[in-house]
């Protein structure tokens, strides 16, 4: 599961370098759900990853919000969260964002 958990953040940074929309890797041998999650202004768009296998639990949220004023239109806001659960308790986070290319 450490695997997947480095495997997921290394893909967030390339793609916050490129300031492209979130998706996962290719997950192999563990169970993914995703769940679209409600969204309050500014938040335009908010899902949640669970990855799990016998070797722990990975949380991954990921949300788009609105950065734009009235009379300014800015790039949208992104922003991940990864939270990884081991079984022995071992516990790590990351979190980065970016901003849509315009």
Same mark, same amino acid.
């Given at each position: 599961?450490?695997?997947?958990?480095?495997?997921?953040? #290394?893909?967030?940074?390339?793609?916050?370098?490129?300031?492209?929309?979130?998706?996962?890797?290719?997950?192999?041998?563990?169970? =993914?759900?995703?769940? /679209?999650?409600?969204?309050?202004? +500014?938040? &335009?768009?908010?899902?949640?990853?669970?990855?799990?296998?016998?070797?722990?639990?990975? /949380? =991954?949220?990921? /949300?788009?919000?609105?950065?734009?004023?009235?009379?300014?239109?800015? +790039?949208?806001?992104?922003? =991940? #969260?990864?939270?990884? &659960?081991?079984?022995?308790?071992?516990? #790590?986070?990351?979190?980065?964002?970016?901003?849509?290319?315009?």
């Amino acid at each position: 599961m450490k695997e997947i958990y480095n495997q997921i953040i #290394e893909n967030t940074k390339k793609i916050a370098a490129n300031q492209d929309s979130f998706s996962l890797p290719q997950i192999n041998n563990a169970t =993914v759900i995703s769940q /679209e999650l409600e969204t309050i202004a +500014p938040i &335009l768009f908010k899902e949640k990853f669970i990855i799990e296998n016998n070797d722990g639990k990975i /949380e =991954v949220t990921y /949300e788009s919000k609105d950065k734009c004023r009235v009379s300014q239109i800015n +790039p949208d806001w992104n922003r =991940v #969260e990864v939270l990884y &659960l081991g079984t022995n308790g071992d516990r #790590e986070s990351y979190t980065d964002g970016w901003s849509d290319k315009i």
